[in-house]
T-cell receptor, first 112, second 114 residues
Framework: DQQVKQNSPSLSVQEGRISILNCDYT??????FLWYKKYPAEGPTFLIS?????DKNEDGRFTVFLNKSAKHLSLHIVPSQPGDSAVYFC???????????FGKGTHLIIQP | DAGVIQSPRHEVTEMGQEVTLRCKPI?????LFWYRQTMMRGLELLIY????????DSGMPEDRFSAKMPNASFSTLKIQPSEPRDSAVYFC????????????FGEGSWLTVV
């Protein structure tokens, strides 16, 4: 049973517009959540995180929102740029366990 | 500073052969993780070590898989015998204990078993 779910395998957005990537989780023990970005033939790299006691964290063009009651988080990218085209993984961690539990990823395609 | 280093980057092997994947974590990191990426299951945690000691290997799919960390700067993931369904990208990652919510990945080892 997947504890972290990314239900959209892919998302296509026009350059300059907002990209919204969604993630749902079932493990209420997670203390924090992260987004990782992955380009082809490279390893995932850390993008942004949020503690479970917060509902928003912003870093430049990237903002992560957390809705604990809905067990849902989202990543907003504004404005979207061609270099944002990548696979984005949502992950949960903590709750007494080490390591991160990842979703299956969403392939974001930014169209010119 | 060098990141997590994995080898080989690509491996093609025949079913039944032994496969050994290698990893050098970032110097000073206390945790080392092995993940596997497939289309069906995304990124799965296979096993992780803390200070060279295996902590949780519940993600290792079968007894054909084994992992070791003989010292702080080296780890191996071995598959013996390999099967076509083991074809995937295997990632090694490491982190500092105080920031273990942020882990750093290597570039991955792309395994194809034919």
């Amino acid at each position: 049973d997947q504890q972290v779910k990314q239900n959209s395998p892919s998302l296509s957005v026009q350059e300059g517009r907002i990209s919204i990537l969604n993630c749902d989780y079932t493990n209420s023990m997670f203390d924090y959540f992260l987004w990782y970005k992955k380009y082809p033939a490279e390893g995932p790299t850390f993008l942004i995180s949020i503690s479970s006691i917060k509902d928003k964290n912003e870093d430049g063009r990237f903002t992560v929102f957390l809705n604990k009651s809905a067990k849902h988080l989202s990543l907003h990218i504004v404005p979207s740029q061609p270099g944002d085209s990548a696979v984005y993984f949502c992950a949960g961690g903590g709750g007494g366990a080490d390591g991160l539990t990842f979703g299956k990823g969403t392939h974001l395609i930014i169209q010119p | 500073d060098a990141g997590v280093i994995q080898s080989p980057r690509h491996e093609v092997t025949e079913m039944g052969q032994e496969v050994t994947l290698r990893c050098k974590p970032i110097s000073g990191h206390d945790y080392l993780f092995w993940y596997r990426q497939t289309m069906m299951r995304g990124l799965e945690l296979l096993i992780y070590f803390n200070n060279n000691v295996p902590i949780d290997d519940s993600g290792m799919p079968e007894d054909r898989f084994s992992a070791k960390m003989p010292n702080a700067s080296f780890s191996t993931l071995k598959i013996q015998p390999s099967e076509p369904r083991d074809s995937a990208v295997y990632f090694c990652a490491s982190s500092l204990v105080r920031t273990r919510n942020t882990i750093y990945f290597g570039e991955g080892s792309w395994l194809t078993v034919v």
